[in-house]
């Protein structure tokens, strides 16, 4: 079995985590991880790689390098925008899909092959702790695993449980 905890970033101002957002961050890394990591991985944003630097510390793997998985970082953020802005505030990747279908279908298959790739990455029995957005993550775990997950909120995140090419979603 191998375990990929996805997780969006905290609140941000810009790319950057806002105060309230290094709080909440350091919250998380008091009560909600899991460690061993065997890997740490960010979208490549900077207020996910904060947040990341943030965690690990939390963890005690200072040791272990942070990647960049590029691929869970969409190319056309600003089309996700509008499409979520037209679907309503806290819009479901099923109503941004009704918005935007085209959209919806190409980036869960490119940003569900990425979650491949970091879960394709990982020894049997590790975990890895991948920071990235939503909507996007929520379309690379739909991409991998055909369920729709319900909108993360700044900070929440769910953990992809991969066990023999099947896989199974949890909320964290």
Same mark, same amino acid.
């Given at each position: #079995?191998?375990? /990929?905890?996805?997780?969006?970033? !905290? +609140?941000? +101002? ?16 008091? !009560? ?6 065997? #890997? ?9 790689? &904060? #947040? %990341? ?8 793997? +200072? +040791?272990?390098?942070?990647?960049? &998985?590029? =691929? ?8 996700? $925008? ?16 009704? /918005? ?8 869960? $298959? ?18 890895? %702790? /991948? /920071?990235?957005?939503?909507? !996007? ?8 695993? =055909? ?23 949890? $909320?964290?």
């Amino acid at each position: #079995m191998r375990y /990929v905890e996805l997780r969006r970033h !905290t +609140d941000n +101002d810009g790319d950057r985590l806002s105060e309230q957002g290094v709080a909440a961050a350091e919250a998380i890394g008091r !009560t909600g991880l899991h460690p061993p990591y065997a #890997m740490f991985i960010s979208s490549g944003a900077e207020r996910a790689s &904060e #947040m %990341l630097r943030i965690l690990r510390s939390a963890a005690g793997q +200072d +040791d272990v390098p942070i990647t960049t &998985e590029i =691929g869970l970082r969409s190319a056309v953020e600003d089309r996700w $925008r509008e499409a979520a802005k037209a679907a309503g505030k806290g819009a479901s990747l099923e109503e941004i899909r009704a /918005v935007d279908p085209d959209l919806v279908e190409h980036e869960c $298959r490119l940003l569900g092959a990425a979650l491949q790739r970091v879960t394709e990455g990982l020894p049997a029995d590790g975990r890895a %702790l /991948v /920071v990235g957005h939503s909507p !996007t993550n929520e379309a690379a775990v739909c991409g991998l695993t =055909g369920q729709i997950i319900a909108p993360l909120g700044k900070g929440e995140g769910v953990v992809v449980v991969e066990d023999a090419g099947r896989y199974e979603v949890h $909320r964290l």
